[in-house]
């Protein structure tokens, strides 16, 4: 039996419910087929799919992130306004050589966030873009007066003005971005900063290009250089099998490789912590927050598809590792204020999958939808055991959990990462509640994944907890996540 002790009367921090943002970039069948199509046969509201929407709808997705990722830094805003048409196409050379034709653009992607009920964060185009470029796209956007760019806005069917609250100045700049030193990069990004004009009531919230993985020298330089000019910095960390080249397949793996992404993951945290050491040393104060907009599970693609358009299954295997990462963002919510798992749609470790007409929801969808009651909840105080085993070269906590209050309600997440043993948790509670409900991820199998002939292989179900006067009782299974909720 497993010992958790719970202080709700010791609040830890907000848990900003931006931590459970998206991300959606112009990559394989993310935009296209995934969320927007041309296609009648598709039930589709303004070209997004139905399907889609509704399930992501679900999610209470506070921020979606677009159009990149390194499309981003390709990408010409104005290719992607006026009749379709007319629109030109270009070549997508980041992913797979195809052809992007700009049918999804600025207005569509409002639309979307409107359908999905976020807020939107744009990713400017540093590395092949002008600062007029940038700034005119922030005016026709924005702007609610009389000026050629607003007007052009308004011809093509927007009269209010876009509401537009983040805005990243450029992506990974120190590779696909434009293989910049962070000093030059510095320099640029406060250039581009200064002509992003705030039009609207609410000022836009900038967010400087940030570090890859561990590269700490880039964020003490960034920092240094051009730290005051901006609100957030991002960071980029993906996780995988083993290194670069040998990422490992998302569903075809043993003990080892089940073990060895959850070392990943581990290291993950060891450089989350220095990032942050270096914030507090250039930002004392805790003015700049720290953007996740790229994180998740990167293993090679499926076997017969682009390689371009990376293209993976989800098993349990990404839902403990989620949930881990995910409370690894709750322990530091006091400079983690948002993330953008990648991808939303057919990417990498997606919340859902399609092909044609047919959909399928990942683990990781139920494990975010588990997870939601977290969203703008107060982190509370919360003691137990960790149990750490070692692991390919790692210290791996068996167990993790995460608790928080809202409303007056006491969400409880906890995730069993052992593949071997199960666990029973007694936690001693320190306030009256009325009672409790959850639910459970599991599977039979660690490679279990839905497809769309068994697309709820994989699923949640009712969970049995016990309460009983301050004291909760519940079985974690090994490879498991939980979600419970008293009331």
């Not at 639910?439 to 907890?465: G, H, Q, Y």
Request: charged share 25%.
């Amino acid at each position: 039996m497993t010992e958790i002790k719970i202080n709700t009367k010791r609040r830890k921090g907000v848990i900003n419910k931006n931590i459970y943002g998206q991300f959606a970039e112009h990559l394989g069948r993310c935009i296209y087929e995934g969320i927007y199509v041309e296609d009648d046969g598709i039930p589709n509201v303004n070209g997004m799919r139905c399907d889609v929407v509704n399930a992501l709808k679900e999610l209470d997705i506070p921020v979606l992130r677009w159009p990149g990722g390194c499309f981003a830094d390709d990408y010409h805003w104005r290719d992607g306004i006026g009749e379709k048409e007319s629109r030109p196409y270009m070549v997508n050379t980041n992913w797979g050589g195809v052809v992007e034709n700009n049918h999804f653009g600025t207005h569509e992607f409002f639309e979307l966030c409107s359908q999905l009920g976020c807020e939107p964060y744009i990713t400017g185009n540093v590395g092949s873009g002008t600062v007029q470029e940038m700034r005119d796209w922030i005016e026709y956007m924005t702007f609610d007066g009389d000026s050629p760019l607003a007007n052009e806005r308004r011809r093509n069917g927007r009269e209010e003005p876009f509401k537009l609250k983040y805005f990243g100045v450029g992506n990974e700049n120190w590779g696909c971005g434009g293989n910049m030193r962070p000093e030059y990069y510095s320099d640029l990004y406060r250039r581009f900063a200064t002509f992003i004009r705030n039009y609207g009531e609410e000022p836009i919230y900038k967010i400087g290009c940030g570090p890859n993985a561990g590269d700490v020298a880039w964020t003490e330089s960034v920092l240094k250089n051009a730290g005051r000019f901006m609100q957030g910095l991002s960071w980029h960390n993906y996780t995988s099998e083993g290194d670069w080249e040998h990422k490992g397949s998302s569903y075809d793996f043993n003990e080892n490789g089940w073990y060895s992404n959850l070392a990943e993951v581990e290291r993950m945290r060891d450089k989350l912590k220095k990032h942050i050491a270096v914030m507090d040393c250039f930002d004392p104060e805790g003015k700049i927050d720290l953007i996740v907009d790229e994180w998740g599970n990167w293993f090679e693609c499926m076997p017969g598809t682009n390689p371009g358009f990376l293209y993976q299954q989800n098993t349990m295997r990404d839902a403990v590792t989620g949930m881990v990462i995910l409370h690894m963002f709750h322990e530091h919510c006091g400079r983690v204020q948002m993330a953008n798992i990648a991808q939303m749609v057919n990417v990498l470790q997606a919340m859902v999958l399609t092909e044609g007409e047919k959909m399928a929801l990942t683990p990781t969808y139920h494990l975010f939808r588990m997870m939601k009651g977290h969203q703008d909840g107060e982190r509370v105080g919360i003691v137990y055991d960790e149990d750490r085993y070692e692991a390919c070269g790692e210290k791996i906590p068996s167990l993790s959990v995460s608790a928080s209050v809202k409303d007056g309600a006491l969400t409880v997440t906890a995730v069993n990462t052992r593949l071997d043993s199960d666990r029973e948790l007694s936690i001693s509670l320190d306030a009256d509640y009325a009672g409790v409900s959850g639910e459970i991820l599991t599977s039979e199998n660690m490679c279990d994944f839905n497809s769309f002939d068994e697309p709820d292989k994989v699923s949640p179900k009712p969970i049995d907890a016990k309460l009983s006067g301050g004291r909760l009782t519940v079985k974690l299974p090994k490879m498991s996540v939980i979600s419970l909720t008293l009331k």
